[in-house]
């Protein structure tokens, strides 16, 4: 089952998260896509909502896909429990998730029925 999480502002609807998840959310991990921020000036949103995975008790672990292999990126998403891709610059960030192969395996990881958190 595919299962995603749709936000304009993660920070925002946290708290609709776990019950959105269907258990406690305490205790797992989220691989935190920056990639999509890297060109931007402004990027307070993104301490905002790694502010609001951690208030939840998720621990984060940051990724920019840019420069990474399929083997580094496919070995974090295994390990994490939610994927989170943070806002920014859209096409900055469907450019690189092409060039690192991340696209494909963020939807195999999607289809397996990972939680993708998009903002």
Do not use: C, R
Request: glycine share 8%.
């Amino acid at each position: 089952m595919k299962t995603l999480f749709l936000t304009s502002s993660f920070s925002d609807v946290a708290h609709y998260f776990e019950e959105f998840v269907g258990h406690a959310v305490h205790g797992k991990s989220v691989t935190f896509i920056t990639t999509a921020s890297v060109p931007e000036e402004f990027t307070g949103y993104i301490n905002d909502d790694k502010n609001a995975f951690e208030q939840l008790g998720i621990s984060i672990e940051e990724l920019d896909v840019t420069g990474k292999t399929e083997s580094e990126i496919k070995k974090m998403f295994a390990k994490n429990d939610f994927i989170y891709v943070s806002g920014g610059n859209t096409f900055y960030l469907l450019q690189e998730l092409k060039k690192s192969g991340a696209d494909q395996l963020l939807t195999a990881e999607i289809e397996k029925g990972k939680i993708y958190i998009g903002v």
